[in-house]
């Protein structure tokens, strides 16, 4: 596993997990999604989905702390700014031995960490973000991609990043 492995897989999940319609509805569907995932597998996580900047879906679980949404927040607001995963921001900012400072942002309100994911619309592009917080940041990601290639019925195999070494 490589930084460049890791970006290149990530751009074809991005490119794979498109929504051919996305209302409230489905927001509220996948937010859902991932709550059961999570209570399932008794993850401690909060679960965020935006649509067009408007919260539709927040669930906070069980070992979750006040930090979590702060996290949400931070990691969302680096998929709203820059349309990828926050985890591809922050991989690439490592790349390059950047920091989200160096593009003129404020670490306090972005965080390029794995975890938040855009919500894209085929042929219009990125309409909101979901968000999972409380897992290693690779974990989060994750998890958010499961949800999604779920909801897609997509191959989950054929898109999830390789196991680190």
């Known amino acids: 596993m490589t930084i460049e492995n890791d970006l290149s ?15 409230l509805t489905t927001a509220w569907q996948l937010g859902k999604l991932l709550q059961e995932l999570a209570t399932e597998r008794g993850l401690g996580i909060a679960i965020d989905v935006t649509l067009h900047s408007m919260p539709v879906f927040y669930a906070a679980l069980p070992g ?16 709203l ?3 990828r995963s926050s985890y591809a921001s922050g991989l690439k900012l490592q790349k390059d ?3 989200v400072e160096d593009n003129g942002l404020d670490g306090a309100d972005y965080a390029p960490h794995g975890g938040s994911f855009p919500i894209n619309l085929k042929g219009t592009g990125c309409i909101g973000a979901v968000t999972v917080s409380g897992l290693p ?10 949800a999604l290639a779920l909801m897609l019925a997509k191959d989950l195999d054929t898109l999830r990043l390789a196991p680190p070494l």
Not at 70 to 77: C, D, L, S
Not at 137 to 146: K, S
């Open 81 to 83: 700014r820059y349309f």
């Open 97 to 99: 031995g950047k920091t």
């Open 137 to 146: 940041q690779r974990d989060d990601h994750n998890l958010a991609v499961e």
């Open 9 to 23: 897989r990530i751009a074809e999940q991005e490119k794979a997990l498109s929504f051919d319609a996305f209302d």
């Open 64 to 79: 979750v702390t006040p930090d979590n949404v702060n996290w949400v927040r931070r990691k969302r607001n680096m998929v």
